[in-house]
């Protein structure tokens, strides 16, 4: 019953909320997608101070390409979680094996680059972060900085968790490809 999903077989089909966002695919997205608006609003909010200059800098040392890297990739991770949501729901209509592949294939290559790329992040803000001089301006702003960090790292775990989901969403496409090309040649 599980693989007809994947097949044309329960393509048009009508939709079922409830049991789309009981998915473990959906409820990673939902939290992906919570995990970016954490990042890049603690830094968008509490990441500059005003270390004595006349512009705002940068909490993580002082380093304006850790905060700007930070933010691209959690707007981005946050459109794209917003695309892929729309695209799991529209999937069961897809009729087309073949495009439905294209689909998978997509949604885990993105996945995976992204857990790469919150990595890094992670990585550069922890390393700014370590860094950074203890200054009463920075003070006011550390728990976002933190809260910037952690939430980097359980983006790699969602991101990556993602990945390994969709793999297996694309091994039982395999399978119906397969059956259904099995059952079209007798």
């Given amino acids: 019953m599980e693989g007809e999903s994947f097949g044309a077989g329960r393509a048009g089909g009508g939709f079922e909320p409830v049991e789309f ?18 990042v890049f609003g603690c830094i968008v909010n509490e990441g500059y101070v005003n270390m004595h200059r006349p512009t705002m800098e940068c909490i993580f040392n002082q380093n304006e390409d850790a905060c700007n890297y930070a933010i691209a ?4 991770a946050f459109f794209a979680c917003v695309f892929f949501f729309m695209l799991d729901i529209y999937f069961p209509q897809i ?13 885990m290559g993105f996945s995976g680059v992204w857990s790469f790329l919150w990595f ?16 009463p301006e920075v003070d006011k702003g550390a728990d ?20 390994l989901c969709t793999m297996d969403r694309l091994k039982r496409l395999a399978f119906a490809e397969d059956e259904q090309r099995l059952l079209s040649n007798p």
């Fill in 144 to 163: 976002a900085a933190r809260a910037a960090i952690a939430f980097s790292f359980f983006s790699i775990i969602s991101w990556g968790y993602l990945s």
């Fill in 73 to 76: 990739i959690g707007i981005m």
């Fill in 120 to 135: 890094v992040a992670f990585c550069f803000l922890a390393n700014q972060w370590q860094r950074t001089p203890p200054l």
């Fill in 95 to 107: 009729s087309s094996v073949k495009d439905r592949k294209r689909a998978v294939l997509l949604d």
């Fill in 21 to 38: 966002l009981k998915q473990p695919q959906t409820i990673l997205r939902i939290l992906s997608w919570i995990f970016s608006i954490v």
